[in-house]
C-alpha cells in the first residue's frame, strides 16, 4: 500500500500529543526538511475551510481545533455522559482500589459474590488491568486500577483514596465527601 507523503505526515501529527519539529518528521520519514515543508504547505491548503488546523507551534507542528470551533466542541463535549457503574462493578473497583493488585477470588472473598461480570466492566472501561500473576497454585491474575481510574476519581496517587471506616449497623449514611466520585470529580 502506498500513501502519499501529506498522509504520512498527517497520521504522524494526529498521533502526536506533542508538536512534532521539522528535523524530526524529516530524520523519521527519512527525508529532507524540504520535502517534508512541501507536503506540509500541502496538507496546510487541504485543511482551509476544516474544522481542524495544521498549526505552527513551539517549534513544530500539531493538527489542533480551528479556534472558531473551540465553542461548539466545547458545548458538544461538555454534554459526556458519566460513566455508570452497577453497584456490584463499584463495589469491586473499591476493593480493587484499596486492596490491590488483588486476584479475582480475593475479591470474591471480600464481597461474598462472583465478582466475574463486574471485573469484565471494569476491564472494558478501562478502570481496571491485569498487573501480573499472582506467584500461587494456579497462577491467577493480579487486578489494579489503571491512570483512567486515577483520572475518573480525581485523584493524584492511591494515598488520596479517603480513609476506609468500619462498616455501620442499621441505616446509615456516609458522612459527605467520603464517596468516591466517578465523574471527575464533578457534582450533579
Same mark, same amino acid.
Given at each position: 500500500?502506498?500513501?502519499?507523503?501529506?498522509?504520512?505526515?498527517?497520521?504522524?501529527l494526529f498521533a502526536s500529543d506533542e508538536p512534532v519539529p521539522?528535523?524530526?518528521?524529516?530524520?523519521?520519514?527519512?527525508?529532507?526538511?524540504?520535502?517534508?515543508?512541501?507536503?506540509?504547505?500541502?496538507l496546510e491548503k487541504q485543511y482551509k475551510g476544516r474544522g481542524?488546523?495544521?498549526?505552527?507551534?513551539?517549534?513544530?507542528?500539531?493538527?489542533?481545533?480551528?479556534?472558531?470551533?473551540?465553542?461548539?466542541? /466545547?458545548?458538544? +463535549?461538555?454534554?459526556?455522559?458519566?460513566?455508570?457503574? *452497577?453497584? #456490584?462493578?463499584?463495589?469491586?473497583? &473499591?476493593?480493587?482500589?484499596?486492596?490491590?493488585?488483588?486476584?479475582?477470588?480475593?475479591?470474591?472473598?471480600?464481597?461474598?459474590?462472583?465478582?466475574?461480570?463486574?471485573?469484565?466492566?471494569?476491564? /472494558?472501561?478501562? +478502570?481496571?488491568?491485569?498487573?501480573?500473576?499472582?506467584? *500461587?497454585? #494456579?497462577?491467577?491474575?493480579?487486578? &489494579?486500577?489503571?491512570?483512567?481510574?486515577?483520572?475518573?476519581?480525581?485523584?493524584?496517587?492511591?494515598?488520596?483514596?479517603?480513609?476506609?471506616?468500619?462498616?455501620?449497623?442499621?441505616?446509615?449514611?456516609?458522612?459527605?465527601?467520603?464517596?468516591?466520585?466517578?465523574?471527575?470529580?464533578?457534582?450533579?
Open positions: 500500500m502506498n500513501i502519499d507523503l501529506p498522509a504520512l505526515i498527517e497520521a504522524v521539522l528535523s524530526t518528521l524529516a530524520e523519521g520519514l527519512d527525508l529532507g526538511e524540504l520535502e517534508v515543508s512541501s507536503a506540509i504547505a500541502v481542524i488546523v495544521l498549526q505552527r507551534v513551539a517549534n513544530g507542528f500539531m493538527l489542533r481545533t480551528r479556534p472558531q470551533c473551540w465553542a461548539a466542541v /466545547e458545548r458538544v +463535549l461538555s454534554k459526556k455522559v458519566p460513566v455508570a457503574l *452497577s453497584k #456490584g462493578a463499584l463495589e469491586t473497583l &473499591a476493593v480493587i482500589a484499596y486492596r490491590q493488585p488483588v486476584t479475582r477470588q480475593d475479591i470474591e472473598a471480600a464481597r461474598g459474590v462472583n465478582p466475574e461480570s463486574s471485573i469484565d466492566t471494569l476491564l /472494558e472501561k478501562g +478502570l481496571i488491568r491485569e498487573a501480573g500473576r499472582k506467584k *500461587s497454585l #494456579g497462577r491467577p491474575k493480579l487486578y &489494579a486500577t489503571t491512570d483512567e481510574f486515577m483520572k475518573k476519581a480525581s485523584l493524584n496517587s492511591l494515598a488520596d483514596l479517603p480513609p476506609l471506616t468500619p462498616p455501620h449497623r442499621g441505616p446509615s449514611k456516609a458522612p459527605r465527601g467520603q464517596e468516591l466520585p466517578m465523574d471527575g470529580g464533578r457534582q450533579s
